[in-house]
């Protein structure tokens, strides 16, 4: 009944291991991940198709398919209900549904298959042993005694029958087909590394430089600036900063590794009501100084909070690499 | 399992050829899968090697991949015609394995992240459904994908339980939707044939489908509610089934009931073919079967269908309907004036930035209808001529809806009908066909150059289909930025600029911009996009009109509009999908040149619009102080 009920059991061990990694939080890993396909795509219509039909009256292939579909449904039908419910679609709730149905499903199937087999034995044949010889039993020759296990402890004896043993399981060992479809899958991963590591050189083979600049929400005469890269190589920069068309502030050198940002926060004079000034940055490369890379601006418009001084703070935090 | 065991019971069995040529079994019953694999995968090395090669422009990179799919297409169709007596697991171990190559085959074209439209339009699903814990969210892209969910429940499911991204576990439930297409197909054919040898056949041919290598295996709801439609019509084919015990038939029964529900929440237009098969079946059922249970059974699986579909339409007040609807009619209507020759049909084989489809690629997609159209005649005058039971009858009259379905092709608005129409329709197409070729004339199969003819002609219908189904080669091949192409307009800098917008504006901003920035906007950016479907507004002036005037005004106010995003890219060339922003804009398929660079930066001009990013091609501008009447 045990070995019968194998599978139920590798089922239980499954959602009890999900529910212990969710529980303690292990976030994406091997396991985790293996573990949460099958909770989500396998055991639930393993489970339930189990339940519902006899082992013999559905063929292996209509397993499968009944596997996976019924553990669609219950996914796509569960979840319907999950988002009625205050919880919503969370991982505690999937896990409660699915791992729910699963063991549900699995108790059901073991009730089935113990009563099952509880009824085959009651029906089963017992033959009745009728000595029909005068020879009273304990009078019988005695049966030929089998053959003795080889000896534990290292002999030659014990190492000819483990040589014996090892020999016929590897004769039994289909080498070719092993062979050959271990092949097929090194060349099919070959085939995923190539293409995926064609989509990622293409991908930062073009160098990305954006810039910005955004007024502060609260403050409207304080201005964001930031630069960003995405480029094969570090690069230098300058950026420059004009109000009404007149120079106003510059940053000189910057300095960006291959994929980094630069930010910076300028409050400016406030402006009298009814007044405004075109404030503008111009991002340029060291290596073409006369040529404006990136070209930003803003209006302010007055009525903001008067400030007296030009201030400007170099945010703290992204400015990895960065020679302001 | 023995070799050939078929089902058996209810269902007429087909005719067999009386002998096999070079029927071996080995292997322990696999065959040869291990070697067709190790072809397989060969193939797909080829045609990952190509999609390389094409990244760079390489012009070696395209051959690559057709001789590639031709390898892992052609041996293992050529190995379910050739042995009659093949065992029943290297059958399905066969189909499977040209299964999970021709999913690979989609995967690689761009694997890092989507591509398509569709599948931007379900991540933003999914990506709200992650955000709130909770469905229906508005979706601007596609505003039936919310009410459509199935997909993303499924994604959200293996993303929360495996702390996957939902793009991986998008990944993993189309693939495993795809394990179970592979195995569904085959159990229907088998069941309702009679067949494993037809079944095989059949299912291989079911591949051969426009749609199903590219479109098929995308992440949108098609592609997991046409597998679960296959299952339960396969469920349903097994609970008509009366050789079976009643606790079976009872198990089947519910299965394909809940299997239907699941359709109707996964995809409108697939619970709608599901329920019209189901219904020429229940017909046919009447009109051919002695017993009634079948007939019962296949009335009850469509009432309660049709009642569910109902129920879903009354929920999601109609909005399938409305979506749908213009669809459907824009398509007849546009049929109807091109056979009153009154317009003009759909130029074939051209795209809209004026590339003409390679003559080898147009002949193998024609030549591909023409073998369907020609090869199904001696599979429907056999199915005429013999007494098929009610689901072959059924599927043989659900193919001559092919014919139809391809009128539809010559008008603008019809290809989207007829494509959509093609995955349900070769379910009887690949029935008839594999009818045609195993069942007409039996003894053919006995001699290997017919076999060998076969296998050729399944490779051009295969071979076709793709060229037809997955557009013109820049559609088909990653490589350089190209104006209006979908997947190959999307690059780093737009990826990052909406990555800046997310984390700098916030999300949730109303957002115009073109078709693919729209896109990206809308899912890296976590931003609301404007479109013509959602907002029936059609944004477009603001990026193509030179100067900006009072129309541009009060689109942005009507939509709410607080940035614009202006690729300027799209200046350099025409687009090639025919439109720049949606089908909705004025000079759609018909645009001769490309919008003016002046008229995307005519914001520059305006004082109260402030340039706020730019990254060299894309620029963003803060039109918030347009919307207050400054």
Same mark, same amino acid.
């Given at each position: 009944?045990?070995?019968?009920?194998?599978?139920?059991?590798?089922?239980?061990?499954?959602?009890?291991?999900?529910?212990?990694?969710?529980?303690?939080?292990?976030?994406?890993?091997?396991?985790?991940?293996?573990?949460?396909?099958?909770?989500?795509?396998?055991?639930?219509?393993?489970?339930?198709?189990?339940?519902?039909?006899?082992?013999?009256?559905?063929?292996?292939?209509?397993?499968?398919?009944?596997?996976?579909?019924?553990?669609?449904?219950?996914?796509?039908?569960?979840?319907?209900?999950?988002?009625?419910?205050?919880?919503?679609?969370?991982?505690?709730?999937?896990?409660?549904?699915?791992?729910?149905?699963?063991?549900?499903?699995?108790?059901?199937?073991?009730?089935?298959?113990?009563?099952?087999?509880?009824?085959?034995?009651?029906?089963?044949?017992?033959?009745?042993?009728?000595?029909?010889?005068?020879?009273?039993?304990?009078?019988?020759?005695?049966?030929?005694?089998?053959?003795?296990?080889?000896?534990?402890?290292?002999?030659?004896?014990?190492?000819?029958?483990?040589?014996?043993?090892?020999?016929?399981?590897?004769?039994?060992?289909?080498?070719?087909?092993?062979?050959?479809?271990?092949?097929?899958?090194?060349?099919?991963?070959?085939?995923?590394?190539?293409?995926?590591?064609?989509?990622?050189?293409?991908?930062?083979?073009?160098?990305?430089?954006?810039?910005?600049?955004?007024?502060?929400?609260?403050?409207?005469?304080?201005?964001?600036?930031?630069?960003?890269?995405?480029?094969?190589?570090?690069?230098?920069?300058?950026?420059?900063?004009?109000?009404?068309?007149?120079?106003?502030?510059?940053?000189?050198?910057?300095?960006?590794?291959?994929?980094?940002?630069?930010?910076?926060?300028?409050?400016?004079?406030?402006?009298?009501?009814?007044?405004?000034?075109?404030?503008?940055?111009?991002?340029?490369?060291?290596?073409?100084?006369?040529?404006?890379?990136?070209?930003?601006?803003?209006?302010?418009?007055?009525?903001?909070?008067?400030?007296?001084?030009?201030?400007?703070?170099?945010?703290?935090?992204?400015?990895?690499?960065?020679?302001? | 399992?023995?070799?050939?065991?078929?089902?058996?019971?209810?269902?007429?069995?087909?005719?067999?050829?009386?002998?096999?040529?070079?029927?071996?079994?080995?292997?322990?019953?696999?065959?040869?899968?291990?070697?067709?694999?190790?072809?397989?995968?060969?193939?797909?090395?080829?045609?990952?090697?190509?999609?390389?090669?094409?990244?760079?422009?390489?012009?070696?990179?395209?051959?690559?991949?057709?001789?590639?799919?031709?390898?892992?297409?052609?041996?293992?169709?050529?190995?379910?015609?050739?042995?009659?007596?093949?065992?029943?697991?290297?059958?399905?171990?066969?189909?499977?394995?040209?299964?999970?190559?021709?999913?690979?085959?989609?995967?690689?074209?761009?694997?890092?992240?989507?591509?398509?439209?569709?599948?931007?339009?379900?991540?933003?699903?999914?990506?709200?459904?992650?955000?709130?814990?909770?469905?229906?969210?508005?979706?601007?892209?596609?505003?039936?994908?919310?009410?459509?969910?199935?997909?993303?429940?499924?994604?959200?499911?293996?993303?929360?339980?495996?702390?996957?991204?939902?793009?991986?576990?998008?990944?993993?439930?189309?693939?495993?939707?795809?394990?179970?297409?592979?195995?569904?197909?085959?159990?229907?054919?088998?069941?309702?044939?009679?067949?494993?040898?037809?079944?095989?056949?059949?299912?291989?041919?079911?591949?051969?489908?426009?749609?199903?290598?590219?479109?098929?295996?995308?992440?949108?709801?098609?592609?997991?509610?046409?597998?679960?439609?296959?299952?339960?019509?396969?469920?349903?084919?097994?609970?008509?089934?009366?050789?079976?015990?009643?606790?079976?038939?009872?198990?089947?029964?519910?299965?394909?009931?809940?299997?239907?529900?699941?359709?109707?929440?996964?995809?409108?237009?697939?619970?709608?073919?599901?329920?019209?098969?189901?219904?020429?079946?229940?017909?046919?059922?009447?009109?051919?079967?002695?017993?009634?249970?079948?007939?019962?059974?296949?009335?009850?699986?469509?009432?309660?269908?049709?009642?569910?579909?109902?129920?879903?339409?009354?929920?999601?007040?109609?909005?399938?309907?409305?979506?749908?609807?213009?669809?459907?009619?824009?398509?007849?209507?546009?049929?109807?004036?091109?056979?009153?020759?009154?317009?003009?049909?759909?130029?074939?084989?051209?795209?809209?930035?004026?590339?003409?489809?390679?003559?080898?690629?147009?002949?193998?997609?024609?030549?591909?209808?023409?073998?369907?159209?020609?090869?199904?005649?001696?599979?429907?005058?056999?199915?005429?001529?013999?007494?098929?039971?009610?689901?072959?009858?059924?599927?043989?009259?659900?193919?001559?809806?092919?014919?139809?379905?391809?009128?539809?092709?010559?008008?603008?608005?019809?290809?989207?009908?007829?494509?959509?129409?093609?995955?349900?329709?070769?379910?009887?197409?690949?029935?008839?066909?594999?009818?045609?070729? $195993?069942?007409? *004339?039996?003894? =053919?199969? &006995?001699?290997?150059?017919?076999?060998?003819?076969? #296998?050729? +002609?399944? /490779?051009? !219908?295969?071979?076709?289909?793709?060229?037809?189904?997955?557009?013109?080669?820049?559609?088909?091949?990653?490589?350089?930025?190209?104006?209006?192409?979908?997947?190959?307009?999307?690059?780093?800098?737009?990826?990052?600029?909406?990555?800046?917008?997310?984390?700098?504006?916030?999300?949730?901003?109303?957002?115009?911009?073109?078709?693919?920035?729209?896109?990206?906007?809308? $899912?890296?950016? *976590?931003?609301? =996009?404007? &479109?013509?479907?959602?907002?029936?507004?059609?944004? #477009?002036? +603001?990026? /193509?009109? !030179?100067?900006?005037?009072?129309?541009?005004?009060?689109?942005?106010?009507?939509?709410?509009?607080?940035?614009?995003?202006?690729?300027?890219?799209?200046?350099?060339?025409?687009?090639?999908?025919?439109?720049?922003?949606?089908?909705?804009?004025?000079?759609?398929?018909?645009?001769?040149?490309?919008?003016?660079?002046?008229?995307?930066?005519?914001?520059?001009?305006?004082?109260?619009?402030? *340039?706020?990013?730019?990254?060299?091609?894309?620029?963003?501008?803060?039109?918030?102080?347009? +919307?207050?009447?400054?």
């Amino acid at each position: 009944m045990v070995r019968e009920s194998l599978d139920l059991l590798c089922i239980m061990l499954i959602v009890a291991g999900e529910f212990i990694l969710v529980g303690s939080g292990i976030a994406s890993g091997p396991v985790n991940i293996l573990f949460g396909v099958l909770l989500a795509l396998v055991l639930p219509g393993y489970a339930l198709s189990a339940a519902v039909f006899r082992m013999r009256g559905v063929r292996t292939a209509e397993r499968a398919a009944l596997t996976l579909g019924i553990s669609l449904s219950v996914a796509v039908l569960g979840g319907l209900v999950l988002d009625a419910l205050p919880g919503g679609l969370e991982t505690q709730t999937w896990l409660f549904l699915l791992g729910g149905v699963t063991v549900v499903a699995s108790v059901i199937t073991l009730w089935r298959r113990t009563r099952h087999a509880a009824a085959t034995r009651i029906l089963e044949p017992h033959p009745i042993a009728l000595t029909l010889s005068a020879t009273p039993q304990e009078q019988a020759p005695p049966e030929e005694a089998p053959p003795e296990p080889p000896r534990l402890g290292v002999n030659r004896e014990t190492a000819a029958s483990i040589l014996k043993m090892l020999q016929q399981v590897l004769r039994r060992v289909p080498y070719r087909p092993l062979l050959i479809s271990g092949l097929a899958v090194a060349v099919f991963m070959s085939g995923i590394v190539i293409a995926v590591n064609g989509a990622i050189a293409q991908q930062t083979s073009v160098a990305v430089t954006q810039l910005w600049m955004l007024p502060d929400k609260n403050a409207p005469t304080t201005l964001h600036l930031g630069i960003h890269t995405e480029a094969a190589q570090p690069m230098e920069y300058r950026l420059a900063l004009s109000v009404n068309g007149a120079s106003y502030s510059s940053w000189n050198p910057i300095f960006l590794a291959t994929t980094d940002t630069w930010e910076v926060s300028v409050t400016m004079p406030a402006l009298a009501p009814g007044d405004e000034e075109q404030v503008e940055a111009d991002l340029y490369r060291a290596d073409h100084p006369d040529t404006i890379l990136r070209h930003v601006s803003v209006t302010l418009s007055g009525g903001a909070a008067p400030t007296t001084t030009p201030t400007v703070t170099p945010s703290p935090a992204p400015t990895k690499g960065t020679k302001p | 399992m023995s070799a050939e065991a078929v089902p058996q019971g209810t269902i007429e069995v087909l005719a067999l050829p009386p002998a096999s040529i070079g029927a071996r079994t080995r292997g322990g019953g696999w065959g040869y899968l291990p070697e067709l694999s190790l072809l397989g995968a060969v193939g797909l090395l080829m045609v990952a090697v190509g999609y390389t090669r094409s990244r760079a422009s390489e012009g070696w990179g395209e051959p690559l991949f057709w001789w590639g799919l031709v390898l892992i297409f052609a041996p293992i169709v050529f190995r379910l015609f050739v042995i009659q007596t093949l065992d029943r697991r290297e059958r399905l171990g066969l189909l499977l394995v040209l299964q999970v190559l021709l999913y690979f085959v989609r995967m690689l074209q761009y694997p890092l992240a989507y591509s398509s439209f569709d599948e931007f339009a379900h991540w933003r699903t999914a990506q709200d459904i992650a955000a709130t814990g909770h469905l229906f969210q508005d979706n601007s892209l596609l505003t039936i994908s919310p009410i459509y969910p199935g997909l993303e429940l499924v994604t959200n499911a293996v993303s929360d339980l495996t702390g996957l991204s939902t793009y991986l576990s998008g990944r993993i439930v189309v693939g495993f939707a795809h394990l179970l297409l592979a195995l569904a197909l085959y159990l229907l054919f088998e069941r309702v044939t009679g067949s494993a040898r037809l079944a095989g056949i059949a299912a291989a041919l079911y591949m051969t489908n426009p749609h199903y290598v590219f479109f098929d295996a995308q992440y949108a709801y098609e592609s997991i509610a046409l597998p679960m439609a296959v299952f339960v019509l396969f469920v349903a084919a097994r609970a008509v089934h009366l050789g079976d015990t009643l606790r079976t038939r009872l198990g089947f029964i519910i299965a394909a009931i809940i299997g239907v529900w699941t359709v109707v929440v996964m995809h409108h237009l697939t619970s709608y073919a599901l329920m019209g098969f189901l219904l020429l079946w229940m017909l046919a059922s009447l009109l051919r079967s002695r017993r009634t249970w079948d007939s019962v059974s296949l009335g009850i699986f469509v009432l309660l269908g049709l009642a569910s579909v109902a129920f879903w339409l009354v929920y999601t007040q109609s909005r399938a309907l409305g979506y749908l609807g213009p669809v459907v009619t824009s398509a007849v209507h546009q049929l109807q004036l091109i056979l009153a020759g009154e317009a003009a049909t759909r130029q074939l084989f051209h795209d809209y930035g004026g590339d003409v489809t390679p003559l080898w690629q147009r002949v193998m997609a024609s030549g591909s209808v023409g073998l369907i159209l020609v090869g199904i005649v001696p599979g429907l005058y056999w199915i005429w001529r013999n007494r098929v039971n009610a689901a072959v009858l059924a599927l043989a009259v659900w193919a001559l809806l092919y014919i139809p379905s391809q009128a539809l092709r010559l008008s603008q608005a019809g290809i989207e009908v007829a494509d959509r129409a093609t995955e349900f329709i070769f379910l009887g197409l690949a029935t008839v066909l594999a009818i045609s070729m $195993t069942q007409v *004339r039996p003894n =053919v199969l &006995t001699r290997r150059v017919a076999i060998w003819a076969l #296998s050729i +002609l399944a /490779t051009v !219908l295969f071979i076709g289909g793709i060229v037809a189904g997955s557009g013109p080669d820049w559609e088909r091949f990653p490589g350089p930025f190209l104006v209006s192409a979908d997947a190959r307009s999307l690059t780093q800098e737009g990826i990052s600029a909406a990555e800046w917008a997310s984390v700098n504006l916030g999300p949730g901003q109303r957002v115009a911009t073109d078709r693919v920035n729209s896109v990206l906007m809308a $899912t890296y950016g *976590r931003q609301r =996009v404007i &479109t013509s479907l959602d907002d029936n507004i059609d944004a #477009s002036p +603001l990026f /193509t009109s !030179l100067t900006f005037d009072d129309t541009d005004l009060n689109i942005l106010r009507d939509a709410h509009i607080g940035y614009l995003v202006a690729d300027l890219r799209l200046s350099t060339g025409l687009p090639r999908r025919g439109f720049y922003f949606s089908e909705a804009e004025p000079d759609a398929f018909f645009y001769t040149a490309p919008i003016s660079r002046a008229a995307l930066t005519k914001f520059d001009d305006l004082s109260n619009v402030n *340039r706020v990013f730019d990254s060299g091609n894309i620029v963003i501008y803060d039109t918030g102080a347009l +919307l207050n009447g400054t």
